[in-house]
């Protein structure tokens, strides 16, 4: 993998937003699948949608009452649908880098569709809930188990609590210090390319030569 160097995560104008087209542009240089990971109802969904240039694809389905005693609605019972596969959308970033979005089923149940969803992907960028860490440990398991960097995005949902020190965040979920750790609004399209980014940005580091 040969990524182009990249600047400190921001947006840019030059990025394509909302072109609705479904051909790659031609500046296009590197194609990268990427996982967009989390708990049930964290926003994976949702930024997916907010950056996604082409038409995002989504396979949600309502809640059923079959499917409400299996799925912990703890702190999401406005939640009213689930996604049943996997999300998919694209966005292209400046310096010819283009993300294939891959939004990954949040529930345990869901689990053998994991080596199938994440074959290809060169990093993760986890989704995590503040106001439920420990529903972000087995999706962080996942993400270890599979050798895959990774990021971890806070998503700042209105009512996330607002006290915890990045030490303390940090230390919650046990990662390492070379962890990128961000907050982004998955509603809001430059919060989360920012996050995105900042995945980026690691994978261009662990492959950078030792001695630039």
Known sequence: ?????????????????????????????ELVKILVAGPFGVGKTTLIG???????LHTEEPISEASAPLDDLAGVRDKSTTTVAVDFGRISLPG????????????????????????GALGALVLV???????????????????????VAFNAFPDAPRHHSEEQLRAALDLTPGTPMVTCDARDADSSVD?????????????????R
Not at 8 to 13: A, F, G, I, K, V
Not at 140 to 151: H, K
Not at 199 to 204: A, M, Y
């Open 50 to 56: 907010s950056v996604s240039e082409i038409r995002p």
């Open 96 to 119: 010819g880098v283009v993300l294939y979005l891959f939004g990954t089923p949040g529930q345990e149940r869901f689990r053998a569709l994991w080596d199938d969803i994440a074959y």
């Open 195 to 211: 996050a995105l980014l900042a995945l980026v940005q690691h994978l261009i580091d662990r492959h950078a030569p030792e001695d």
């Open 129 to 151: 809930d503040s106001r439920r860490i420990d529903a972000s440990f087995d999706v962080l398991g996942l993400v270890e188990e599979s050798g895959l960097p990774y990021a």
């Open 1 to 29: 993998m040969a990524f182009a160097p990249s600047s400190t995560p921001s947006r840019t104008d030059d990025a394509p937003r909302d072109s609705g087209d479904i051909h790659l542009p031609d500046t296009a240089r």
